[in-house]
């Protein structure tokens, strides 16, 4: 099993550009989960899917943030614009269904917006 | 995340040393996870505990859950530089919402 995929691992982009970032959950793994870390604020759940719907997306910083699930293979989260507060590690993770079994995370991307 | 209180921040020990990690919730837990996380690369998996009263070990890595799944320790027993990284503990509060403490950085002095 190849684990959960993220790309691109490494992103720099300059400010008011727009920055997306893709996942691949494990095969069977009907629930997603981005976050966010940061040494500030630590890591923050961002939004998670069930069956690709988005269910509790309250962890989203704001209008500019958005994330999609088009299959049960793929999903991306976008920021646009992007701003250099925006500067953090963005984990991708997976599970079976939610509630009772644990996570498992992607290598993360790290974006930094200049 | 301020539902979950995580002490020490950091830790710093001699090789063979034991430890002890706790995480504390304000809420009755439904289930609590713990991670260890290494510099620059993803969380992995360390256990989940679900019963009030529930322990479990792996290899020298034991997390104990307590009657009102209110707080968790993880005790390292014999610290080898291999444990060293960041150890988080994340919750399900209410089979909805999840969260992870402020983590613990955790380095092994050989």
């Given at each position: ?10 992103e ?7 920055v ?67 500067s953090a590690?963005y ?18 991307t790290r974006l930094t917006?200049? | ?110």
């Amino acid at each position: 099993d190849a684990g959960v995929i993220q790309s691109p691992r490494h992103e720099v982009t300059e400010m008011g550009q727009e920055v997306t970032l893709r996942c691949k959950p494990i095969s069977g793994h009907n629930s997603l989960f981005w976050y966010r870390q940061t040494m500030m604020r630590g890591l923050e759940l961002l939004i998670y899917f069930n069956n690709n719907v988005p269910i509790d997306d309250s962890g989203m910083p704001e209008d500019r943030f958005s994330a999609k699930m088009p299959n049960a293979s793929f999903s991306t989260l976008k920021i646009q614009p992007s701003e250099p507060r925006d500067s953090a590690v963005y984990f991708c993770a997976s599970s079976l269904p939610q509630g009772a079994n644990e996570q498992y995370f992607g290598p993360g991307t790290r974006l930094t917006v200049t | 995340s301020q539902e979950l209180e995580q002490s020490p921040q950091s830790l710093i020990v001699q090789e063979g040393k034991n430890l002890t990690i706790n995480c504390t919730s304000s809420k009755t837990l439904y289930g609590l996870y713990w991670y260890k996380q290494k510099y620059g690369e993803g969380l992995i998996f360390l256990m989940m505990l679900q019963k009030g009263g529930e322990e479990k070990s792996h290899e020298k890595i034991t997390a104990k859950l307590d009657e009102k799944k209110q707080q968790s320790s993880l005790h390292i027993t014999a610290s080898q530089p291999s444990h060293a990284g960041i150890y988080l503990c994340g919750a399900d509060h209410t089979g909805n919402q999840f969260y992870f403490g402020t983590g613990t950085s955790l380095t092994v002095i050989p």
